[in-house]
T-cell receptor, first 113, second 117 residues
């Protein structure tokens, strides 16, 4: 079945450092890929998405490119801020009309001043 | 973005009792809502898909008689954990699907933490 694998955290960075959170997936067909972010005490929020190969999703300085050849969707940001501290989830949809999502285990990011 | 609320945000109950969790889409109508369960340091696991006006679709391994789902209106779905036991203690999260033309987005609630003593 479909699955998503994320790097284990926590990832600890200093402010303004470069961020990469790895995500790879296994899927049949052509899934859409997502990154969600969960701030403390809040629900998951969609950060960015890509619906087909070579698409790049971007939002709030974060980027991820849908790489079909490596089945990856790594999240990157050039300069992190303390306010980016959160848990980041990579996910894919199985392509059905109901948009059922399969999530990775989440990666906690801690950014210190 | 759209807002989804859950109530209660946390609940403690005795073993053997039933607990109802509400999920509401506050500013849009959702024909489809989803219920997830999240264990500590683990991912969200889809439990069931809740369809307005029809029976929920449960994922493999989820007991439908234990986790009762009702989606009686376009803005409300409820999850009732019947005869709760300590192993049911978890973080329950709902999401609501918004469809605008060809675009579909899921909006998540903040979650409900259940502790069964």
């Amino acid at each position: 079945g479909n699955s998503v694998t994320q790097m284990e955290g926590p990832v600890t960075l200093s402010e303004e450092a470069f961020l990469t959170i790895n995500c790879t997936y296994t899927a049949t067909g052509y899934p859409s890929l997502f990154w969600y972010v969960q701030y403390p005490g809040e629900g998951l929020q969609l950060l960015l998405k890509a619906t087909k190969a070579d698409d790049k999703g971007s939002n709030k300085g974060f980027e991820a490119t849908y790489r079909k050849e490596t089945t990856s969707f790594h999240l990157e940001k050039g300069s992190v801020q303390v306010s980016d501290s959160a848990v980041y989830f990579c996910a894919l949809s199985d392509g059905t009309g109901f948009q059922k999502l399969v999530f990775g285990t989440g990666t906690r990011l801690l950014v210190s001043p | 973005g759209a807002v989804v609320s859950q109530h209660p945000s946390w609940v403690i109950c005795k073993s053997g009792t039933s607990v109802k969790i509400e999920c509401r889409s506050l500013d849009f109508q959702a024909t489809t809502m989803f219920w997830y369960r999240q264990f500590p340091k683990q991912s969200l696991m889809l439990m069931a898909t809740s369809n307005e006006g029809s029976k929920a679709t449960y994922e493999q391994g989820v007991e439908k008689d234990k986790f009762l789902i009702n989606h009686a209106s376009l803005t409300l779905s409820t999850l009732t954990v019947t005869s709760a036991h300590p192993e049911d203690s978890s973080f329950y999260i709902c999401s609501a699907r918004q469809a605008l033309g060809s675009q579909e987005t899921q909006y998540f609630g903040p979650g409900t933490r259940l502790l069964v003593l």
